[in-house]
């Protein structure tokens, strides 16, 4: 390993820009070529020739408009052979009139300058953390001829990459991953997925308002979620042996729990046997690879669990002891449910397409592009908006930084089908944010960590193989909808990668010696957040969208500024049902009170009353009896029937005038 060899810096510089040759090495802590050789004009140290566009790196283009920045890239080996070298440079601008000792070179009224460090561990976080301090001190002193505080740079950070293991080294890097994730959400699933299968990506920003570390640490966040990235040596396809332990175990552990009572199992039927035939040259990677699975006969025990297994290595104790109860005791089913196991045992590393950050340009320079042009894949952070044009280094995809949207510019159609993401994948990302944050409320430091992120991302590659896998070891339906989980455009691009059929020569390798797929021995094979469709995954869906055209922060803006006069609303609601309440109590009470007036028996007549009252009940009494007595009328019913009663009234008044005068006539005879 790295950290075993002599000397983990390789070197420290101090780079500044000549007003005539551009960017140079004005000082190194050792020789960068065999012989020590300067410039004849300008001074400067003469670079290898693999490393002749250094310095355009350690000083980024609109450094002008920053007063300070930070680069990172990686530089080639000067050997051939040999691995990457990886640089951190901390650029600043000073004042001319500052200087205690101006050089005669110095014509301009500001000064740039960076001090870079080339160290042969990809240890971003820890070069960084030591050489902000240190460029700080430099600058203030103004005085650029004292170097010697570059040697004690170089020799403290080299005590302390010795004293941590190149994965303690990696594992401690920190590039913002939960921040970026935050900000881009589905943008950065679909930059993962589009990585996956070997895309050309460049981020820029046309604002160039955002500063080169910035785009830097978001090249590096994207590019740590993906599989074997930070890792120097390369797996082999054909290194099977690691793995003998492993498998051994793994089937044999397998093969018992199948008798365990909890365990459920599922055999092919005649049906199953002609779907795997129908579908199976849509997997075979060629002719010897379809004779291969047909050989293959196997039983296919399906077992489904819906919870995710993103437990780390500390907690396997608990989980094992929980898979021991499930599966009746005595089985260590660990060995199956480890994370670590399932890695390794699935193969992960063969499916990374940066091995060892190849193709990883956190900063690159226009000096750069005709190399870049050559390479199949890369993930470049540019400042020079010239190579984010789509004729000019043809990239597959280009995520525009400039405003909140974060939008993306696909090359074409078929790019866009491959980058959408099913309800599955919303659903991942989805969770995945509101479990930081539920974690962040309960103040756990792991979950705020870029570790929690990348394990969850290398879960969702883990299980995209193990249903890749199945599918190959028996092409039916119903493994064919578990691929379409990850969606089909993506996955029919992802098999014509490299990394792809080199993991497929490893599985076939694995199959011939054991009689199994590594998949054969997982006991979850679906898609992390499988399952029918629900009223949420409209919301999910509603967000995506949202995001898309206004940006993660105004999206999250107008949904806290919902839920905040919802919230208000209900609140007044619930106030106004109180007063309505309260109302209504008073009202009934009110009502009660007036009924029981109402309803109470009239009080006894008095002793001077009794013959009046008596006199006109008998009259009454008469009037009834006659026939005389009538209902009285209301006073609408008077008004209607006034018109109809006033004859009758008057033929009336008339028959008693004549009859009182008859009357009349015989008393008069």
Known sequence: SSSSSSSCVFATLLVDFHHKSGPIVEYSTRSLTDEDKRGEKDNRYIL??????????ALPDGLHKQKEDVTFFTLPGLKDGDGLMYGVAASRQLEASKLKNRHESVTRNTVMKAVCVISCVPAFTTILNALRPCAEVLFDQCDFSETQILHDLEASLNRSLHSKSTEESLSSQDFSLSEWLFKLRFTFMKLFKLSIIQSRVVICDSSSSMKSSDIGQLVLALSSVLPNTFVH?????DDIDAVDELME?????????KHSSVYE????????DEDQNKHRNEFAINDDEGDVGDEVKQQQPQKEEEDEEDEDEDDGGDEQADENNRFGGGVDVGVLTNVGNRYKRMGIALLSPHCGLEGILPYACLQQSDSMKEREAFIAGVANLMMS????LKPTVVLDLADSKFSLKYSNNEVRKQAHLTTEDVRFIDELILDINRLHQQNNEYADSDEFVRQQFGLYLLQACICADNARQSAT????????????????AWRRTKTYLQWCRRSDALLKKYGQRPSSVELQRTHLFSGTLKVSDMGRKFREFSTKQ?????????????KTGVNEGSKALHEAMNVSKTTLQVMGSNIKSWWK????????????????????QSLLATERRSGSWSRPKFFWEKEQQQPEQSQPVEANSEKQDNTSNSNSNNNSN
């Open 48 to 57: 290898p020739e693999k490393w002749w566009h250094l310095p355009f790196m």
């Open 233 to 237: 040596t390369k797996t082999s396809a």
């Open 249 to 257: 175990q793994s089937i044999s552990v397998f093969n018992a729990s």
């Open 265 to 272: 199992k599922k055999t092919e039927t005649e049906e199953e």
């Open 389 to 392: 044009n789509e004729d000019f």
């Open 477 to 492: 339906k119903e493994s064919l909808d578990r691929l379409s989980a990850f969606h089909r455009p993506w996955f029919n």
């Open 550 to 562: 206004f940006g993660a922060e105004r999206t999250d803006a107008a949904v806290k500024q919902w």
């Open 597 to 616: 007036d109402v309803s109470k028996p009239s009080p006894p007549p008095t002793s001077s009353s009794s013959s009046t009252t008596t006199t006109s």
